[in-house]
């Protein structure tokens, strides 16, 4: 049958973990730049509020209710009706896709005034965000392109290439930062704009990374351009079943992305900074997020589809099983990092130049925050799939509309006691509410049931994550991280070790209480 070749799932997301890696490790260098040149100030706040836009819209609709629904649609198709049918769905979908976002970039960037005004009507350099927005608005269109390509190379088991294409935006950003900002500023243009340029080469180079390997599988989608083509793309009974799928994923990838909007506008009115001290914390969350989570979903999406056209209940329940126990394994620690390391991690990587120690400060209030919810972001990238695989977007959609009530709540309650980090805190224990109400959801459906073991598992990842957990609160309390600023490398070095040494703990002590990590190597 095609597309049912056998996998290494532990070998794949390995392969997506390590190049989604280098993406974070360059953004991280990007986001170095940015908060030494810029700090955290009015103008990074227009910056990250205009950058949020077009990423909110990419979650929406092009990783979000898009990618939800193409997936399983086109895994589905190429293992029940074969290669040639599976590339006329796609050419379909690209058409209908395409000039659906020469609309909406067309909207978006005369809507740009009221749209700022909706994520960040407190922001001091309001007009300055409308500009910025509408130079990156045409972001969306080019990574909406960028996902229907990277649905397609994940379903042909071609995860590398999707993993690495996210290089080449922190790439393009940091050379128009390191290159472009000193051009403008002798120009008398504010260096900031800079920063727009980088988003829209990046996303240029991102879409054109993708082509070389959809011509290599005969899957590179002819865009219909005449109206007879893309009447006929719109008569595709594939195209159709996406749009279906799209509507309940949309509504609950919409709820998510209000809660957000809510989010961010709530922030741009606790004054300068705030918006950027989110920011920050959220690129140190999006380590383990993209490194584990975003790896999973991806490898066990097209997987849990294949399985479901099958009717493989068994193979479905254990795909699922051995996600949520690498989630525990290697979320977990990271969980435990934010909470009781949050210091030294953020004074190594932005305490530089224009951003201050009291800017670090604010960053380890909203880490701590975000970190309460991480094992649960992480975990909702594992269950979230077991519905949409069988396609059903109807019980995240409810459940997603629940959780935006109680973030909100939580909102209510603790902004005024934590300011933005009590926004960070209510956004953590919305994932917990989500990933729980997932479980179980899995549960009384009899999706998934979980394999023996798991008693003596959690005893052991508990025992391991107490020891790596005490390692990493003496090493914070033991050294004055900000003081060491003078001393970068050696601070930089420090940091290296304690992480090394804290790693060679954790998964020793597992090793020595008998669990194998070679245990994860999965076939599916």
């Known amino acids: 049958?095609?597309?049912?070749?056998?996998?290494?799932?532990?070998?794949?997301?390995?392969?997506?973990?390590?190049?989604?890696?280098?993406?974070?490790?360059?953004?991280?260098?990007?986001?170095?730049?940015?908060?030494?040149?810029?700090?955290?100030?009015?103008?990074?706040?227009?910056?990250?509020v205009a950058f949020r836009i077009?990423?909110?819209?990419?979650?929406?609709?092009?990783?979000?209710?898009?990618?939800?629904?193409?997936?399983?649609?086109?895994?589905?198709?190429?293992?029940?009706?074969?290669?040639?049918?599976?590339?006329?769905?796609?050419?379909?979908?690209?058409?209908?896709?395409?000039?659906a976002l020469v609309l909406t970039c067309t909207l978006g960037i005369l809507g740009a005034p009221v749209i700022v005004w909706l994520f960040g009507a407190?922001?001091?350099?309001?007009?300055?965000?409308?500009?910025m927005t509408r130079w990156m608005f045409p972001y969306i269109g080019f990574m909406s392109l960028v996902a229907l390509s990277a649905g397609v190379l994940n379903t042909w088991k071609r995860f590398a290439i999707p993993a690495a294409t996210p290089v080449w935006l922190n790439v393009a950003m940091i050379g128009c930062a390191w290159w472009a900002a000193p051009w403008l500023e002798r120009q008398g243009i504010a260096p900031i704009h800079a920063l727009s340029m980088g988003v829209i080469l990046g996303g240029l180079l991102q879409l054109g990374f993708q082509v070389p390997a959809l011509w290599q599988i005969g899957c590179l989608p002819r865009i219909g351009m005449?109206?007879?083509?893309?009447?006929?793309?719109?008569?595709?009974?594939?195209?159709?079943?996406?749009?279906?799928?799209?509507?309940?994923?949309?509504?609950?990838?919409?709820?998510?992305?209000?809660?957000?909007?809510?989010?961010?506008?709530?922030?741009?009115?606790?004054?300068?900074?705030?918006?950027?001290?989110?920011?920050?914390?959220?690129?140190?969350?999006?380590?383990?997020?993209?490194?584990?989570?975003?790896?999973?979903?991806?490898?066990?999406?097209?997987?849990?589809?294949?399985?479901?056209?099958k009717g493989d209940a068994a193979g479905y329940s254990g795909h699922l099983d051995w996600g949520l126990r690498l989630v525990l394994l290697l979320g977990l620690p990271c969980a435990i990092?934010?909470?009781?390391?949050?210091?030294?991690?953020?004074?190594?990587?932005?305490?530089y130049g224009k951003f201050s120690a009291h800017s670090v400060d604010m960053c380890v209030l909203a880490l701590r925050g975000y970190g309460c919810g991480l094992l649960a972001m992480v975990a909702i990238k594992v269950l979230a799939p077991g519905f949409f695989a069988r396609q059903d977007m109807r019980t995240p959609v409810r459940i997603a509309v629940a959780v935006l009530v109680c973030t909100q709540l939580l909102n209510w309650v603790c902004v005024p006691w934590l300011g933005h980090g009590g926004l960070t805190l209510s956004i953590g224990l919305g994932a917990v509410i989500n990933a729980t109400w997932l479980y179980v959801g899995l549960r009384r459906c009899g999706v998934y049931r979980p394999e023996?073991?798991?008693?003596?598992?959690?005893?052991?990842?508990?025992?391991?994550?107490?020891?790596?957990?005490g390692l990493l609160w003496q090493a914070s309390e033991r050294f004055d991280?900000?003081?060491?600023?003078?001393?970068w490398?050696?601070?930089?070095?420090?940091?290296?070790?304690?992480?090394?040494?804290?790693?060679?703990?954790?998964?020793?002590?597992?090793?020595?209480?008998?669990?194998n990590v070679r245990q994860f190597a999965r076939r599916g």
Do not use: C
């Not at 909470?339 to 305490?351: G, N, S, Y």
């Not at 490398?489 to 669990?515: D, E, I, S």
């Open 337 to 351: 990092a934010t909470l009781v390391f949050p210091k030294p991690m953020l004074a190594v990587l932005f305490h």
């Open 122 to 131: 407190g922001l001091q350099e309001l007009d300055l965000a409308v500009v």
């Open 226 to 309: 005449t109206p007879a083509a893309i009447r006929r793309a719109w008569q595709h009974d594939g195209v159709h079943r996406v749009l279906r799928q799209m509507a309940p994923a949309l509504l609950g990838v919409s709820v998510a992305q209000l809660s957000l909007l809510i989010n961010s506008q709530i922030a741009s009115h606790l004054g300068p900074g705030a918006v950027s001290w989110m920011f920050y914390a959220e690129r140190l969350m999006e380590f383990p997020t993209a490194l584990l989570g975003v790896a999973l979903g991806v490898v066990l999406t097209p997987g849990l589809s294949a399985l479901q056209a």
């Open 481 to 487: 991280w900000i003081a060491l600023q003078a001393q």
């Open 452 to 469: 023996a073991g798991w008693g003596g598992f959690l005893m052991r990842v508990g025992v391991a994550n107490v020891l790596l957990g």
């Open 489 to 515: 490398a050696w601070r930089a070095g420090l940091l290296a070790v304690v992480m090394l040494t804290a790693a060679v703990l954790y998964f020793g002590a597992l090793r020595l209480m008998g669990l």
């Open 54 to 99: 077009p990423n909110l819209l990419r979650r929406l609709f092009a990783e979000g209710a898009f990618s939800t629904a193409f997936v399983p649609i086109l895994a589905a198709s190429r293992a029940g009706q074969g290669d040639d049918a599976t590339r006329t769905l796609i050419h379909a979908v690209a058409t209908v896709l395409f000039w």
């Open 1 to 48: 049958m095609p597309g049912s070749f056998p996998m290494n799932l532990l070998k794949a997301a390995s392969t997506v973990s390590l190049w989604t890696l280098m993406s974070r490790v360059t953004g991280l260098v990007r986001d170095q730049l940015i908060a030494s040149a810029f700090g955290a100030s009015a103008l990074t706040d227009a910056f990250n």
